[in-house]
């Protein structure tokens, strides 16, 4: 089972952007499917942004497509997830997951590791 730390929330204006990692321990990381999830107050966990292991195909949500890209380094077992053009309705936990295999899903089920979350606070 690989192990997951996500770092780089914060307090951001409207517009700003923030640099989430997700650094990752234990088995072989590269084999990985990655996610982003988030979840705000009050609302179902979502999903944001997921790539392959070898980062050839990443698949976004359609709301953060265009602002957000995710990105990998496997020799640094580190998934990245730049947020550009950031809104208050973009506030919430956001988490790092991942799963063997090389199929995305947009959803949270078939993700069997997860880090803690890190907060990203969008202020208007």
């Known amino acids: 089972q690989v192990q997951l730390v996500e770092s780089g929330g914060g307090l951001v204006q409207d517009g700003g952007s923030l640099r989430l990692s997700c650094a990752a321990s234990?088995?072989?990381?590269?084999?990985?499917?990655v996610g982003w999830f988030r979840q705000a107050i009050g609302k179902e966990r979502e999903f944001v942004a997921a790539?392959?292991?070898?980062?050839?195909?990443?698949y976004y949500a359609g709301s953060m497509k265009g602002r957000f890209t995710i990105s990998r380094d496997n020799a640094k077992n580190t998934v990245y997830l730049q947020m550009n053009s950031l809104k208050p309705e973009d506030t919430a936990v956001y988490y790092c997951?991942?799963?063997?295999?090389?199929?995305?899903?947009?959803?949270?089920?078939?993700?069997?590791?997860w880090g803690q979350g890190t907060q990203v606070t969008v202020s208007s």
């Open positions: 234990g088995r072989t990381f590269s084999r990985y499917i």
């Open positions: 997951a991942a799963r063997e295999g090389g199929t995305i899903y947009t959803y949270p089920t078939p993700y069997d590791a």
């Open positions: 790539c392959s292991w070898s980062n050839s195909t990443t």
